[in-house]
């Protein structure tokens, strides 16, 4: 039996006549059918490319990468359909081909070509169902789902490789004057403002993600302490200088860290970090503290 849609054809052949032969039998059975790529619609979706030409020839016909597999301007390469001498097609049909055997073949690797134009969509709203659920909608940031799937993960190749991981959590001092003191309108401006000054401050490969509340974590990978200071101390005066949001609450940050290799744990990692910026919150804040308690 058919498949219900019909296949949508594209013929090259090395001679008309055996094109109108091969359309009439695929028309019949209710195939869409063009004999040129520049007949093709540029919406349409090529889904059976059915040729006799050599490769180099068929590609050049037709403009798509069926060498390489690339995409044609369907989005999807087609399946190859190749009468006796175009052996390095997908499927090849032999010289005693018949109608019924060219209609059956077209259509049933047609669908198989619809069916991976559908893989590949599935495939990519899942990726997207996924960044959306790994995104704190506020900030933009990662949230705290995707910071505990990576700081698992990169601890671990941190370990395994022996390369510098630090950990830094961020907290905004005086945060909820902000709130008390203007609105919780005017806290949501300051957290995605103080989110998009750390972010700045940070190279493509960092992860920057809000924890919850006015608190950030930092992973820090491949750099020095004297380095990691540096950045750490920029990530600060990012976020004073976000202070005019603030009104009249002088707005500041808090910065306890955590260097990967003083720890067997990435739990354990993370609680150093929660010491450190403990440290500081109790010296005043507006400072950067590291843990003196890490554990081997």
């Known amino acids: 039996m058919l498949p219900?849609?019909?296949?949508?054809?594209?013929?090259?052949a090395q001679d008309a006549q055996a094109a109108g032969r091969w359309a009439e039998i695929l028309q019949a059975s209710g195939a869409t059918v063009w004999q040129s790529?520049?007949?093709?619609?540029?919406?349409?979706?090529?889904?059976?490319?059915?040729?006799d030409l050599p490769t180099d020839e068929a590609a050049r016909a037709s403009g798509l990468h069926i060498g390489d597999r690339q995409a044609s301007n369907s989005g999807a390469r087609p399946a190859v359909v190749g009468m006796g001498a175009a052996a390095w097609a997908d499927v090849t049909l032999g010289p005693d081909w018949t109608s019924r055997e060219l209609c059956l073949t077209c259509g049933l690797?047609?669908?198989?070509?619809?069916?991976?134009?559908?893989?590949?969509?599935?495939?990519?709203?899942?990726?997207?169902?996924?960044?959306?659920?790994?995104t704190d909608p506020l900030t933009g940031l990662a949230n705290r789902r995707a910071w505990d799937?990576?700081?698992?993960?990169?601890?671990?190749?941190?370990?395994?490789?022996?390369?510098?991981?630090w950990l830094a959590i961020v907290d905004l001092d005086h945060f909820k004057q902000v709130n008390d003191r203007a609105?919780?309108?005017?806290?949501?401006?300051?957290?995605?403002?103080?989110?998009?000054?750390l972010a700045e401050q940070l190279r493509r490969e960092d992860l920057i993600a809000r924890l919850g509340g006015d608190e950030f974590g930092v992973l820090l990978e491949d750099i020095g302490e004297a380095h990691v200071r540096g950045v750490l101390d920029r990530l600060r005066e990012a976020v004073a200088a976000q202070r005019i949001l603030a009104g009249t609450v002088p707005l500041t940050a808090s910065i306890g860290f955590a260097a990967g290799r003083a720890y067997k744990l990435a739990a354990d990692m993370f609680a150093g970090a929660e010491r450190a910026l403990r440290e500081a919150k109790r010296g005043g804040g507006n400072r950067i503290c590291r843990d003196d308690n890490e554990r081997g």
């Open 183 to 197: 609105d919780y309108a005017t806290g949501d401006q300051v957290l995605q403002s103080s989110a998009r000054a």
């Open 37 to 51: 790529a520049a007949a093709v619609p540029n919406d349409a979706h090529i889904e059976v490319l059915l040729t």
């Open 109 to 134: 690797v047609g669908q198989i070509v619809r069916l991976s134009i559908g893989h590949d969509e599935i495939a990519v709203r899942q990726q997207q169902i996924i960044l959306l659920a790994e």
């Open 149 to 165: 799937r990576q700081l698992s993960s990169r601890f671990a190749l941190a370990r395994a490789t022996r390369q510098p991981l």
């Open 4 to 12: 219900s849609q019909p296949p949508k054809v594209l013929i090259l």
